[in-house]
């Protein structure tokens, strides 16, 4: 039987890893499938809580808005508070925000539930990824963001499938209380196996960073997310993102001048973390609009239902999640480049297949295509993530995750807002040539949408040729320095 052995706050190995990791991956996944999971719902709640599509789509503005103003903060939070009380301090909010969601009784109170619950994820993938990067050595550290990687893909996929089941059968209330079960199950494992891993340091937070990474932060993603509802062109959508980029560099600004910076930008100066930091942004951007596009073009171009677009894309989500964890040893076991680069590959495939795609298009084309395309995302999702932050030294590990964490978030948004704004400008350029085709004209503006995300997928197979396995600082520190001078015995 495992003892764990305790010197102050930090225990030291051996850790149960299993359990650790179930308790983490869980309240992840959870929060992943909540972030999609109402979207399929929003027209069914606009009608109940009787509130126009602009005002019930605040639902998932919200929630992306709280991700992207709370992930920056994390990496000092992880500094300050213990990885105990940072990981009861998610649950709890997650499992507080998941009842509320489930009995409001008006908009307002499921607004602030989604908040809440937004907030308890922010706090919950930081702390994951700092989790493992702590508890597993770098040689086996692949296998573990695998099965992360599992879960950042699994939640948004699974999440309308599940949610138009549920539509189907039970009241929107259940699908809050289906995931009340698993945050009980995380709460009890992180409780009773989740040890403290992080050193915790007298730090204190400045409030003029937190305001500058709220504005800066909270000003793109706001702008980008209600640009689809307000046009480009209106002075919310440019006032904010041009308010939330000045909020940035002022913040940046800020951290390379303070000693103890809220946000440590020196994470920067690694090369290998900037090649990573520009693919994650790629990747992101593309998956997570994607995951939107996809649907839209087999409901509006193909007519189907949501229910039924869910499970023809499960075959390709199942695979993924089946795969995963192979993936991650493989990369463990033949480094970045030989799992990296065939899985842009295998996205530059998908988004060729997809940008071809027709009004008569047959299922299982999209099916196969569907495999290819998560095989390539699976491949490159956590392993890029996880040779990003092996190139930094230990001391960097809170910062880089929540740089990493908050330009996904960031990437997310934006990738939505353009590629939908795409598919409705082309779709609409369509309409006015042609009449009264609109399955023609929605697959013309996915078409345009996917050909977008092709050219970024393209750049992405370039960027990975350049990438190799880091050795991390720490490490290169401790390396003996080669001298000519005589070596005498004491």
């Known amino acids: ?35 999609t999971a109402l979207n399929i719902a929003l027209g069914d709640l606009g009608q109940i809580f009787n509130v126009d599509a602009t005002t019930i789509q605040w639902l998932a503005t919200a929630y992306f808005l709280t991700l992207g103003i709370l992930v920056p903060v994390t990496g000092i939070l992880m500094q300050k508070y213990t990885t105990r009380q940072m990981f009861i301090a998610s649950i709890s909010l997650s499992l507080i925000g998941t009842i509320i969601a489930a009995v409001a009784p008006v908009f307002s109170a499921l607004l602030v539930a989604r908040i809440i619950q937004a907030a308890g994820l922010a706090i919950a993938l930081p702390l994951t990824q700092n989790v493992i990067f702590t508890i597993f050595p770098p040689n086996k550290r692949g296998a573990a963001m695998g099965v992360m990687g599992l879960v950042m893909l699994a939640g948004p996929s699974f999440g309308p499938t599940v949610a138009g089941l549920i539509l189907d059968t039970l009241s929107w209330h259940w699908i809050f209380w289906v995931t009340v079960p698993f945050l009980l199950f995380s709460l009890i494992f992180g409780f009773k196996f989740l040890p403290n891993v992080n050193e915790v340091r007298k730090v204190s937070i400045d409030i003029l960073s937190v305001i500058l990474s709220t504005i800066g932060f909270g000003g793109i993603v706001y702008g980008f997310s209600v640009s689809g509802v307000e046009g480009w062109t209106s002075p919310t959508v440019l006032g904010s993102i041009i308010i939330g980029l000045i909020a940035i560099i002022i913040f940046a600004i800020r951290q390379t001048k303070m000693k103890n910076p809220m946000l440590n930008l020196r994470a920067f100066k690694y090369p290998l973390f900037i090649l990573g930091f520009i693919m994650s942004f790629i990747t992101f951007f593309n998956m997570l609009s994607m995951l939107v596009i996809l649907p839209m073009y087999m409901q509006m171009a193909l007519v189907m239902a949501a229910f039924t677009t869910g499970l023809i894309l499960l075959p390709g989500n199942l695979l993924n999640c089946i795969l995963a964890p192979s993936i991650g040893r493989l990369f463990d076991k033949y480094g970045p480049k030989a799992v990296i680069t065939p899985g842009t590959i295998l996205v530059v495939i998908g988004y060729i297949l997809y940008a071809s795609f027709g009004t008569e298009t047959a299922i299982w084309a999209i099916v196969l295509t569907h495999i290819v395309m998560m095989l390539g995302i699976g491949a490159v999702l956590a392993s890029v993530q996880t040779n990003t932050l092996n190139s930094l030294p230990k001391q960097y590990y809170p910062d880089g995750i929540a740089i990493t964490q908050t330009i996904q978030q960031i990437a997310g948004a934006i990738g939505i807002a353009v590629m939908v704004s795409l598919f409705s400008a082309k779709q609409g350029s369509f309409l006015a040539t042609i009449v009264n085709e609109p399955t023609q004209a929605a697959a013309a503006g996915s078409s345009m949408a996917f050909k977008i995300s092709l050219i970024l997928a393209v750049i992405n197979v370039v960027l990975s040729i350049f990438l190799k396995l880091p050795v991390p600082a720490d490490v290169k520190a401790k390396a003996p320095v080669k001298t000519t001078e005589p070596v005498h015995n004491k």
């Open 1 to 35: 039987m495992n003892k764990q052995i305790k010197t102050g706050q930090i225990t030291k190995q051996p850790f149960k890893t299993s359990a650790i990791m179930a308790a983490l991956f869980v309240a992840g996944f959870v929060g992943l499938f909540s972030e």
